[in-house]
């Protein structure tokens, strides 16, 4: 079984600036992956970042980075140079080889100009 | 288009009618899967098929819930005598692999009136 814990219902950030959003989780699986998702008011969830659990390097994707720490069972986003854009509900998911992802209960970003 | 594809984007039932909701995935992705979203929660997990193959269930609430794909590609998610509390968006997702990112769509939001 698998459990996400986002403690931040909403964020805000000026334009411009960095933001990090956090994320636990609890999985009893020893190979897992890891994944934020971005999901604007059209609905639909785009895939922002995702970490193997296997690698120690922290995952990067231009502006979007994540400090995985295993041990801690932390996983948490940081947005570099934020803009309106970025707005939006950010999910944290677990996801091992049973396939299935488990969400948190999301981050509300607001980005203010 | 090049994405997963979900009809219709929004559906009004009355309490106790049928309904059917359609997933058109990404031309060769083997794995779909569907999820439910209540409102102002992260998804959570209802089936997946690996090709026509419907290899987990173990997420659909009840058994008015019921998904095929029969072709392995198109996949409809019927839920039968609606109930209130079956209002959510419902999403789906597919993958070229159980172990790869899914693509979500648009999502289908359900009220019951």
């Known amino acids: 079984a698998q459990t996400v814990t986002q403690s931040q219902p909403e964020m805000s950030v000026q334009e411009a600036e960095t933001v990090t959003l956090s994320c636990t989780y609890d999985t009893s ?5 890891l994944f934020w998702y971005k999901q604007p008011p059209s609905r639909q969830m785009i895939l922002v970042i995702r970490q193997e659990a296997y690698k120690q390097q ?7 980075s994540v400090n995985f720490q295993k041990a801690a069972k932390s996983f948490s986003l940081k947005i570099s ?13 677990s996801g091992a080889g049973s396939y299935q992802l488990t969400f948190g209960k999301g981050t509300k970003l607001s980005v203010i100009p | 288009g090049a994405g997963v594809s979900q009809s219709p984007r929004y559906k009004v039932a009355k309490r106790g009618q049928d309904v059917a909701l359609r997933c058109d995935p990404i031309s060769g992705h083997v794995s779909l899967f569907w999820y439910q979203q209540a409102l102002g929660q992260g998804p959570e997990f209802l089936t997946y098929f690996q090709n026509e193959a419907q290899l987990d269930k173990s997420g659909l609430p009840s058994d008015r819930f019921f998904a095929e794909r029969p072709e392995g590609s198109v996949s409809t998610l019927k839920i039968q005598r609606t109930q209130q509390e079956d209002s959510a968006v419902y999403l789906c997702a597919s993958s070229l692999a159980s172990n790869q990112p899914q693509h979500f ?3 289908t939001r359900l009220s019951i009136l």
């Open chain 1, 58 to 64: 922290n995952a990067t994707e231009n502006r979007f």
């Open chain 2, 105 to 107: 769509g648009d999502g």
């Open chain 1, 29 to 33: 699986e020893s190979d897992y992956y």
């Open chain 1, 81 to 93: 140079d934020s803009q309106l854009g970025d707005a939006a509900m950010y999910f944290c998911a």
